[in-house]
């Protein structure tokens, strides 16, 4: 897989070469994309002792799970907990949901391998960029107007179709305008898509040529959300690893965001989304099911896609994640006095939530109570120690740990900067809710 960073660039790969292993070492020249954590049969955890898949683990024993959770999930871990290191764009890709993710898993399960939806959620380790969801209409529509090559592509009669078709409801909240606005911006996706490609290639030197060319004046200088400099330097570098790609079209449609290290967003099962670059955590429902369509060697699924999407469009601010101080743990005077901090990403979705602990000095000590299932922790940054009832083990950059339903667990730093991320699973909404 070409897009992951190489190296030890990689966080992918740092954390992966950290657990001691006879098959892997890390290669200067090779790109390592992804680190997964979790059941998956794609590519099952094991522990390290016994080399068992953390799969038969759970299945041995219930109550590492919870009885109630081993019963709703069918006696598999509910997420998959992933590290992704990106160098060059990922796939213009959506996860189908629910239902739509049996029917594609039973007509081609070469390409969809299971049949889960794939709801996720994506924090910045390092900067971030990404297309995630589309714009607000009035940016489209801008761009439309502002990007010749692009209204070519889709067509003048299409292009029009669509300016015409949301004009003065572009922002409105009846439900009524909502659903002719989504129906009018799948027309002009569709159009998009549909596009042959010797004329896809055409348009895209002439949308390449007018980006180096005019920089801040590009795309009639950018959309509110983004300036033209940015969006013509977008193109260039998406068309220097992708050339004559459709996602050099798709990103006018698209929400293009970038994200600091500790900032999240949330992804719904059917929101299309290209992650460009950089290192992050994900957190996901347990599922290997993409349907993509750009920015790819692997197989597309265009009319899938196409007809798959809620074609919700907002702008960025309502995908990214306000996350909240964690009550359910207790800082000693050290961690306290340091400034450490615990904060829980929570999605609007049972499979998972995610803690983010940095313990800011040596002898930063935090307690938290037993939770009412699994986890799986990640030390991203320094090293310390993490503590289950009377057994200790050391915890370092890129050691990972599951923690059965429970347990009292105890994180304590022997640096000054000690950062765990902890995927969790709870049914119990009582206290979950009494979070937000």
């Known amino acids: 897989m070409g897009t992951g960073k190489t190296g030890?660039?990689?966080?992918?790969?740092?954390?992966?070469?950290?657990?001691?292993?006879?098959?892997f070492s890390i290669q200067d020249e090779k790109p390592y994309a992804e680190l997964w954590m979790g059941t998956h049969p794609s590519n099952p955890s094991k522990d390290l002792e016994t080399q068992r898949t953390l799969l038969d683990l759970v299945q041995d024993n219930q109550a590492l799970m919870s009885q109630k959770i081993t019963q709703k999930y069918e006696g598999k871990l509910p997420f998959l907990f992933k590290v992704l290191s990106i160098r060059k764009a990922l796939s213009i890709q959506a996860h189908p949901n629910k239902k739509l993710a049996e029917k594609l898993h039973a007509k081609d399960p070469k390409n969809y391998p299971d049949d889960n939806h794939k709801p996720e959620m994506t924090i910045a380790i390092t900067p971030f960029d990404g297309l995630c969801g589309f714009r607000p209409l009035k940016e489209v529509s801008h761009f439309l107007s502002t990007v010749p090559?692009?209204?070519?592509?889709?067509?003048?009669?299409?292009?029009?179709?669509?300016?015409?078709?949301?004009?003065?409801?572009?922002?409105?909240?009846?439900?009524?305008?909502?659903?002719?606005?989504?129906?009018?911006?799948?027309?002009?996706?569709?159009?998009?898509?549909?596009?042959?490609?010797?004329?896809?290639?055409?348009?895209?030197?002439?949308?390449?040529?007018s980006a180096e060319k005019e920089g801040e004046d590009f795309a009639g200088g950018g959309g509110p959300s983004n300036?033209?400099?940015?969006?013509?330097?977008?193109?260039?570098?998406?068309?220097?690893?992708?050339?004559?790609?459709?996602g050099l079209f798709v990103l006018f449609f698209l929400n293009y965001v970038k994200l600091n290290a500790g900032e999240a967003m949330f992804l719904k099962a059917d929101d299309i989304h290209a992650y460009l670059s950089g290192d992050i955590i994900e957190c996901m429902a347990s599922s290997d099911n993409v349907v993509r369509a750009g920015f790819t060697p692997k197989y597309q699924d265009i009319p899938t896609l196409t007809t798959m999407l809620t074609y919700?469009?907002?702008?960025?601010?309502?995908?990214?994640?306000?996350p909240k101080d964690y009550p359910y743990v207790t800082l000693n005077k050290i961690a306290y006095s340091a400034s450490s901090s615990v904060i829980l990403y929570d999605p609007p979705i049972e499979e998972f939530s995610v803690l983010k602990t940095e313990l800011k000095q040596s002898g930063s000590k935090a307690t938290f109570e037993g939770k009412e299932g699994p986890s799986i922790l990640i030390c991203t940054e320094g090293e310390g120690s993490i503590a289950v009832g009377p057994k200790t083990e050391k915890f370092k950059e890129g050691h990972v740990y599951f923690v059965g339903a429970g347990a009292e667990l105890v994180l304590e730093s022997q640096s000054e900067n000690f950062t765990t991320f902890q995927a969790f699973c709870e049914l119990d909404e009582g206290q979950k809710s009494s979070t937000l």
């Open 227 to 246: 300036g033209g400099k940015e969006l013509a330097d977008l193109v260039v570098r998406l068309n220097s690893q992708f050339e004559g790609d459709i």
């Open 312 to 322: 919700s469009y907002a702008p960025i601010s309502e995908q990214k994640m306000d």
């Open 149 to 209: 090559s692009l209204r070519k592509l889709i067509g003048e009669s299409a292009a029009s179709e669509f300016q015409k078709g949301i004009e003065g409801h572009e922002t409105s909240n009846s439900e009524q305008n909502i659903e002719k606005n989504k129906k009018a911006l799948q027309k002009a996706f569709i159009a998009l898509m549909n596009a042959e490609k010797s004329s896809i290639e055409e348009a895209a030197k002439e949308l390449v040529a």
């Open 8 to 23: 030890k660039d990689s966080a992918a790969a740092r954390y992966g070469a950290a657990t001691p292993s006879k098959d």
